[in-house]
């Protein structure tokens, strides 16, 4: 069986465990923080989520994670047959990587210790995110899913990059960066509606006041440290 490494609170973890539900791969969760030695193991970059095959190797870095998944578990399929279509879906994923989850990222340092964001970074942050908007509005049909009939990786990826974007990004911004993508609400709406998405998110907010007693410990560790 698989085994899924990380923690609840975050988003990338998230997104490998809505794939594995929703291709209904039996895994069993492991719950592991990151600066941890447990997890250096695991992932010498130090980060979840990591994935445990039945074989015994370790896979990191969610994207890749997910094509294991598809190509290990072709049933109940997420990637498209066609080659083109299906990079196009993998486009969308990188590029929600790329120009939406990492700038939005850029945020968090300042969010969680409650420090000012420069001018600067703001307007860095802004240009890449519109990089993003501008690629997602070409990329995506929203007819009903990001691709049209057919439910994808695209689909999933991409919802929780947005609650990265969400939380970080149209907060310090003021900019409601996915509201200039016309389609991606009611998507996103449809896409909260799910069982799985649900169940995810239960569980997130089970595991967030754990995640921010480390946070918060590790940020009083590195201040004392100064
Ligand atoms: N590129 C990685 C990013 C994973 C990532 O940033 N994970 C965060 C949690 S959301 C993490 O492990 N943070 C712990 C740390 O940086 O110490 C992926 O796609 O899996």
New binding site residues.
Partial sequence: MITLHGFAA????NLVKHVLLYKQVPFEEHLVY??SEELMALNPA????VITTPEGHNI????VICDFIEQTYPSIALYPEDATERAVVKQIMKVA?LYLELPSRRFIPYALSGTDIPDSVKNEVRQVLNRGVMALRHLCKFSPWLRGEQFTMADIYVYYVNTIVNSFATKQLDWDVLADIPGMKQWEEAMRQSDITQAVEDARQANLPEFMQKVTAQIQAAHASK
Avoid: A, D
């Fill in positions: 975050s988003n990338y973890y990151g600066g130090g980060k979840v989520p990191s870095e969610s994207s990587e």
